[in-house]
């Protein structure tokens, strides 16, 4: 089966950058589709943004250059990367991931919480991709940590209530062709997506459920609902 | 060290160290006297804080850059960057 990678670079010195450009190397051998990748070019640090160009186009990636705006990750997929990967392939699946937490530094609160949490997601949708039942039809979409959770769901769903925290999934092609989006209707258009495209019992899970997540910034919830699944807390990325 | 030269030492420490500033304030808060403060504190602490305070103050720097743009960071890190490990993958892929 094809699968595809799509990821997304804010191009800073930042230990989150460099997870996106690691996991890619480490697992190019999985990624035997196309591969897309759209990087923001942060001017004071234009040397990282050459390094991870040079890195990703060794991988095989096609790269993309893009201004940060308004719609953020959202319009970067939208209407850049899937488009390219439409026109390049009907079939197979798409892993999707960005580089998250660059607006937080990493010895802040928010840092921590935002690298465990991506931690977390790598783990259960590479680390453990051999687990994912993906010949099976029944389900559409492939990630971790579906949450249900009134309040802080809901600019994230635009629909069913779940969504892969972080967006970090497995979604299939042949549910992302001849289908309408309209990213500027949320600047979590793409949180939103596997729910877009699929309904709660056709995604299928793999980790940790947060069904009672306050807040994905809170660095403790992560660390006890790690420590309850058993997640490898210390990273081996960084 | 006498007492005089200590005080004004801790002094110019809390204009210079925000997190020892802060530190020397919870101690005045908890009922102690200014005496009690400047004997209460020693160099080794001021010492200590010369790093706490540099990384408030990059942390500072950093959320006031952040909360406005996404588009650009004069603030390069130092404890984290990542410069070295890109360049290390990059031979590696080479």
């Known amino acids: 089966m094809l699968k595809h990678h799509i990821c997304h670079i804010h191009c800073l010195d930042h230990p989150s950058v460099f997870k996106v450009v690691s996991y890619a190397s480490k697992y190019r051998a999985l990624f035997n589709g196309v591969k897309i990748a759209t990087l923001v070019k942060v001017t004071p640090e234009a040397d990282i943004y050459d390094r991870v160009y040079s890195i990703l186009t060794k991988l095989g990636y096609e790269v993309i250059t893009v201004q940060n705006y308004s719609l953020r990750e959202a319009g970067h997929f939208f209407n850049v990367s899937l488009p390219l990967l439409l026109e390049k392939t009907s079939e197979g699946l798409l892993y999707y991931s960005h580089s998250k937490g660059t607006l937080y530094h990493p010895d802040s609160e928010d840092g921590k919480a935002t690298s465990l949490w991506t931690d977390v997601l790598y783990h259960y949708t590479l680390d453990q991709v051999s687990k994912f039942p993906f010949e099976d039809k029944r389900y559409k979409t492939f990630g971790s940590c579906i949450i249900k959770s009134k309040n802080f769901l809901k600019p994230f769903t635009l629909g069913e209530e779940y969504s892969y925290l972080g967006t970090f999934f497995w979604i299939r092609i042949e549910d992302l062709k001849n289908k309408e989006f309209t990213p500027e209707a949320s600047v979590f258009y793409l949180e939103a997506l596997p729910g877009l495209v699929s309904k709660v019992t056709q995604a299928y899970n793999l980790g940790p459920i947060f069904y009672k997540l306050e807040s994905p910034y809170k660095l403790e919830s992560w660390q006890k609902k790690g420590i309850e699944y058993g997640f490898p807390i210390k990273n081996d990325v960084n | ?94």
């Open chain 2, 1 to 94: 060290m006498d007492f005089q030269s200590k005080m004004m030492l801790i002094e110019i420490a809390r204009r210079q160290y925000i997190t020892f500033e802060n530190e020397f304030r919870e101690y005045l808060a908890t009922g102690n006297s200014f005496n009690g403060a400047y004997n209460h504190f020693t160099l080794d602490d001021i010492e200590a804080h010369k790093e706490k305070s540099d990384l408030y103050n990059q942390l500072l720097a950093w959320e006031i850059k952040h909360a406005s743009t996404r588009d650009s960071s004069p603030i390069r890190l130092t404890t984290h960057s990542i410069v070295k490990n890109l360049e290390k993958l990059d031979g590696e892929l080479s």
